[in-house]
């Protein structure tokens, strides 16, 4: 196909064609059923990227044109018409609010998700330990314990845990924990100032006020932290695997213990991260680098990211990049408590690039990444999801 009949075929489906060039599209399509046969497959392709709007999805432009051109559409000639049409997909879907580009190796039919009873997102919720073993359920509900010996008071108000130092002198540090389940997702301020979003799955132990010249807390799982500024005091995370010293900045910190890797992003301000596990490697990381501990490789790397991808979960929204298909679908299975089986290894290989909303409910999840893919899932018993 020539490539001025790939632009007058661009130009028909954004809607730009003059009179005169429509007339020449209309005369090549009609030489042939082969013409036609071609044309019409544009066509459907442009109709499905369209349709996406009606999920709230908008084209990852940048990232993901490339992706279409290499992986999906393997013949050169019709490259420069995807470009085309993609670049034309975004403008027609700039309204959208959120955007997702699912674009995998595919050369088979779009998969499809069986028709079952809807998997509502995770929700705002948390089990709150205090020192003295009581345990205390968190959601929406208004609550408020004096905390005297500990030296603070804490209140829960709109799904958000707060803690407010009192002027009582604190002998003995005091510990608390915030357990945050499957399916779950929780906010507290710390005594000092400092506010933590915790993610699904995860676990963060901290004193009730903070004593002493070092502000510590141990965290399992995933946690952004906006760290109050006080150059008395250092604040340090500690996982298993790493350390994270600051005085005042945003970073996130994903230490899941059944993940490969763990890594810390630094938002803004500096912060100087120590692995404990392997060899010793000690970083001072600006803004948009990460921290990359691999426990396979017990090896340490540096990379340089968009630092608000990995910091948008806690907005409700789930940014992937070149994401392999089972990392995905480990953040899924924490987020809507479900479990995940592949029938197959060459579905596991597939990647994704994209943003998508985290209260959408699953089964709408599952669709989209169907929509543009051979992915076929089936949803069965007890919140288990089949991919094949």
């Known amino acids: 196909m020539k490539d001025e009949i790939l632009d007058l075929i661009a130009d028909k489906l954004s809607e730009q064609i003059s009179d005169d060039r ?49 992986k999906i559409f393997q013949r ?3 490259r420069v018409l995807v470009q085309r049409i993609m670049y034309t997909a975004v403008a027609v879907l700039l309204p959208a609010v959120i955007f997702i580009a699912v674009f995998f190796s595919s050369k088979t039919p779009v998969g499809t998700v069986a028709q079952v009873e809807e998997i509502v997102p995770g929700v705002k919720k948390a089990q709150l330990v205090l020192s003295t073993g009581e345990r205390v359920e968190l959601s929406d509900t208004l609550l408020k314990i004096s905390h005297e010996q500990g030296g603070a008071v804490i209140t829960n108000e709109n799904s958000k845990l707060n803690y407010s130092s009192t002027k009582e002198i604190v002998q003995k540090i005091k510990y608390n924990t915030l357990i945050v389940g499957r399916g779950e997702e929780y906010q507290l301020t710390l005594a000092d100032g400092t506010q933590v979003w915790l993610n699904s799955e995860s676990t963060l132990r901290y004193p009730v006020s903070f004593i002493g010249k070092k ?18 005091k250092t604040f340090i995370v500690n996982t298993k695997e790493m350390n994270v010293a600051v005085l005042g900045t945003s970073f996130n910190v994903s230490a899941y213990p059944d993940d490969e890797t763990i890594h ?29 501990y691999s426990k396979t490789s017990n090896q340490v790397r540096i990379n340089t990211v968009n ?28 987020w809507y408590n479900i479990r995940v089986f592949f029938q197959g290894q060459d579905v596991q290989n597939l990647r994704f690039s994209g943003k998508l909303k985290r209260f959408k409910s699953c089964n709408e999840v599952l669709e989209v990444i169907s929509k543009t893919s051979h992915i076929e ?3 069965q018993g007890d919140r288990n999801v089949i991919i094949r």
């Not at 030489?31 to 709007?53: G, P, R, T």
């Open 377 to 379: 899932f089936d949803i």
């Open 215 to 232: 502000r510590e807390v141990e965290l399992k799982g995933e946690a952004y932290f906006q760290v109050a500024h006080n150059t008395q």
């Open 76 to 78: 050169q000639k019709r």
């Open 307 to 334: 630092s608000k991808f990995y910091a948008a979960w806690k907005d409700g929204v789930f940014t992937f990049v070149d994401e392999p298909l089972p990392s995905i679908m480990k953040k899924l299975e924490r």
């Open 264 to 292: 810390t992003t630094l938002v803004d301000g500096s912060v100087r991260v120590h692995n404990n596990i392997g060899v010793s490697n000690e970083k001072l990381l600006v803004p948009n680098q990460q921290f990359v």
């Open 22 to 70: 429509n007339e020449l599209l209309m005369n090549w399509v009609n030489e042939s059923d082969q013409n036609k046969k071609n044309y019409n497959s544009y066509v459907k392709l442009f109709a499905d990227i369209k349709d996406l709007k009606n999920k709230n999805i908008l084209i990852d432009e940048k990232h993901n044109l490339s992706v279409v051109k290499d």
